[in-house]
């Protein structure tokens, strides 16, 4: 899921000073999973949203709702009349809906409620971790199914990298596992360590973010 | 009646309670009452893990001046983790209360066994008198 995490409340009291009727929206998909941006989590900052502004003399009228998916058009049509009435947005969804709802409403600011983070799981309750970097060229065939890129400090295609504490830590981050020990355990456990040892062609990183933005255009989808 | 001045500041408190942590021969009760110095709203819960960070933001949005939580110590929990559910709850809104500048004392939970009516009145006193500092809440009458 792609996870988010709550801006400080003080930063989106500075967004809304001046505004004066406020349409929080959040989203019940992935940032619902990750407590982020779910229906409980607007009905929880709405009314905290009200209460500091009210604090900070800015006092505002706030509105909440919960959309199905905010990275969908089709799902943004249900808040057509708040967002009519409202002088200001705040999105607790990831970037992606935040800048579907502000394409959508052009005429009315759109401020993130939210820091879009990274593509996790949840790991156990209330821990999520990294899993995918959307890097573009999936290695995961390679590496027995353990990401290098999203999971090493240093995204070392070849590993480990001799900083794993002696607990299996990294080094970097004592509560992240060295993912290359991880991959060298599994490689063992299969009977196939050697398979690490082979040449592998250069990991093409054209096709990740920092290649530019993505287009992805399949001609066979298109109307 | 709404009251803004803080010399005469009488904390409306809302207090959930759980319907186990009551003594046996205790009956149930819901509604308003009136304390020394401050007043109550009784709200009746099946366990204090029903409580929910957006009801008792809501609640505190609407004027009430503070919230207190009875809930069962912590190995008597009926459903095991309710009141830890609940207690880490409100640790996460007592913080987010003092982001916003009304003050984390006007969120509260306590743990008890065997109570009575007497004592949830007692803890709702001991909430009006831990806010009281922070005066009526700004929410009110807006």
């Not at chain 2, 939580?69 to 209360?97: D, T, Y």
Request: aromatic share 4%.
């Amino acid at each position: 899921m792609i996870t988010a995490e709550w801006k400080p409340i003080e930063e989106m009291v500075g967004y809304l000073r001046g505004h004066k009727k406020v349409l929080v929206i959040g989203c019940a998909t992935c940032v619902a999973e990750c407590a982020a941006g779910g229906e409980r989590e607007v009905e929880t900052l709405a009314p905290l949203l009200a209460m500091a502004m009210q604090n900070d003399g800015n006092p505002i009228e706030v509105k909440s709702a919960t959309l199905e998916r905010q990275c969908e058009p089709e799902f943004l049509e249900a808040i057509a009349e708040a967002a009519a009435e409202a002088d200001a947005i705040v999105s607790v969804a990831c970037g992606i809906g935040m800048q579907l709802v502000a394409e959508r409403y052009a005429d009315t600011p759109l401020y993130p409620g939210v820091n879009t983070t990274s593509l996790s799981i949840r790991e156990e309750p209330g821990l999520w971790t990294s899993r995918c970097a959307a890097c573009g060229d999936c290695v995961l065939g390679f590496t027995f199914g353990l990401c290098p890129v999203a999971r090493c400090a240093k995204s070392l295609q070849n590993g480990p990298c001799g900083g794993t504490r002696t607990n299996g830590m990294c080094e970097i981050n004592q509560d992240t596992p060295c993912i290359w020990r991880l991959i060298v355990e599994r490689a063992t456990a299969r009977g196939r360590l050697e398979d690490l040892t082979k040449v592998r062609p250069p990991k093409d990183w054209s096709n990740s973010p920092a290649g530019g933005p993505k287009r992805m255009l399949r001609e066979d989808l298109r109307s | 009646m709404a009251n803004n001045s803080t010399a005469d500041f009488q904390p409306q408190i809302t207090l959930l309670y759980c319907r186990q942590s009551l003594a046996a021969e205790v009956k149930p009760v819901q509604g308003n009452r009136a304390g020394n110095g401050f007043s109550v709203r009784l709200v009746l819960l099946p366990c204090s893990s029903k409580v929910q960070l957006p009801h008792l933001m809501r609640l505190l949005e609407q004027g009430s001046d503070g919230l207190q939580i009875a809930a069962c110590p912590e190995k008597a929990c009926q459903h095991l983790v309710g009141s830890n559910r609940a207690e880490k709850r409100i640790a996460r809104g007592r913080e987010l209360l003092e982001q916003v500048g009304m003050g984390a004392e006007r969120l509260g939970l306590d743990r008890g066994a065997g109570l009575s009516l007497d004592d949830l009145m007692e803890m709702a006193g001991q909430r009006a008198e831990a806010l009281r500092a922070l005066g009526p809440n700004p929410m009110k009458g807006v």
